[in-house]
């Protein structure tokens, strides 16, 4: 059941493995954020550069604080958060160096599934989190649309198709928001929330 498949994902990653894992809006490859070997390996798995940058992924939002200067009221991060956003902050001197080493932001995922949020809390430290495909293809819905990558991770959860695999929108991925500038944000990535995302920041934060 479910503890088991947290419990055997949580070990693939604390041994230092790359999971593919369900979110709310596409499948993701995930290993822990603070072990430089695991990220280096998750790089070379997508097929990217280190230049472009890894979210990552947590299970509630107090555990943001440790990781992120925050310059938006907590309320704020509870109304996009969890969700299908992506949230880019400041990182703070805690987030392993080795992780997206040229810039001073980073991306911070709370997906709102049961699963990844069970996962995120069973690690210490906070999860890398990328899509599981190679850079440059389409996201995956399903676990038999990322074939190619299953030699190189230790385990998959298959949590069945996600969202409508007919539709273009479900492989949009999260929206990706900046919100590292005081009083502003802006846009990286309109993803599948833009419209309640941007609502809510303009309407209820006046930003």
């Known amino acids: 059941g479910w503890r088991e498949a947290v419990a055997a994902a949580a070990g693939a990653l604390q041994a230092g493995g790359m999971v593919a894992v369900p979110t709310d809006t596409v499948y993701g490859v995930a290993c822990l954020a603070q072990d430089s070997a695991a990220v280096r390996s998750i790089y070379s798995l997508k097929g990217r550069n280190g230049a472009k940058p890894l979210a990552i992924c947590l299970g509630d939002v107090e555990r943001l604080y440790r990781y992120c200067h925050v310059n938006v009221p907590d309320e704020l991060l509870r109304d996009l958060l969890p969700g299908p956003v992506t949230l880019v902050l400041q990182r703070s001197e805690e987030l392993n160096k080795d992780l997206n080493p040229f810039t001073s932001l ?9 699963f990844m949020r069970d ?18 293809q389409g996201s995956t819905l399903t676990v038999s649309e990322f074939q190619d990558l299953w030699p190189q991770l230790s385990l998959i959860i298959d949590g069945g198709p996600i969202g409508d695999i007919w539709s273009p929108e479900c492989r949009l991925g999260s929206t990706v928001i900046d919100l590292s500038v005081s009083g502003k944000f802006s846009i990286i990535r309109p993803g599948c929330a833009l419209t309640p995302t941007v609502e809510i920041l303009r309407q209820k934060y006046g930003l």
Do not use: E, Y
């Open 106 to 114: 980073v991306g911070v995922r709370i997906p709102n599934h049961s």
């Open 119 to 136: 996962l995120a809390r069973a690690c210490s430290g906070p999860l890398a989190l990328t899509s599981a495909n190679i850079s440059s």
